[in-house]
């Protein structure tokens, strides 16, 4: 059965055995905007591994229902887990940038980090997970990443000790391993930090280094946080 083009994003608690019930922004975008009707075949992405393609049955001005034709798991899902830490931008829209790239290209967990260095302190959690719902669907995708509030640089060394592979972005000397090198044994958990405009500092680089984390080299040039972040994760989903 070939995929309906049409993707949609329902969260599992709308979806029975047999139907989806569409949110009601979603149920909008399917009537009012693509002007589906009863009868066409819909995709559906639950965020949680599930991809459905089903059949408008209803539309109401109260909602849309579908039934549900097939389902399959984890469709376009990379077999390995990366959690990505990337300070926060002053600009928001280099930040958005980041966000849905790293969608793309398979993030699991996606947090932004409070450093020191940190020169944007607000933070729209709101958007931000508008905008990774819209990645989801875009790239084809079946599992949402995880979007974390803003978190304390600290905080996330802390709770990452458990990642097989750990890596941290700075201005390295050229003597610091490749993200090939670390790719060779395969990891099945990675994470990646970046930090924000103005790097990391030393006591930071020195803590995450301290409990394990590798710095990591990306090159003679000098990268932007969100070039670097994206750079870091197009390496490890093609070394894996």
Known sequence: MSTPKHRFFVPPDLISDDRIVFPTEEARHASKVLRLGIGNEVTVVDGAGGT??????????????????????????????VHIGVGLLKQSSRWEMFLEKAVELGASRIT?????????????????????????????????????????FSKVIQETSSLSCRMICHEASSDAPRIQQLMNSRP?????????EGGFTDEEITKALGAGWKDIWLGERRLRTETAAVAALSVVTQAL
Do not use: C, H
């Open 112 to 152: 932004p980090l409070v450093t020191q260095r940190m020169q944007k302190i607000s933070f729209n959690q709101r958007r931000a997970e508008a905008i990774v719902i819209a990645a989801l669907k875009q790239s084809g995708r079946s599992r949402l990443p995880i979007l974390d509030p803003p978190t304390k």
């Open 52 to 81: 459905y393609v089903a059949e408008i049955e209803v539309i109401t001005g109260k909602g849309t229902i579908a039934r549900i034709l097939s389902k399959t798991m984890d469709v376009a899902e990379p077999d390995f887990y």
């Open 188 to 196: 099945d958990s990675i994470g990646i930090l970046v930090g924000p």
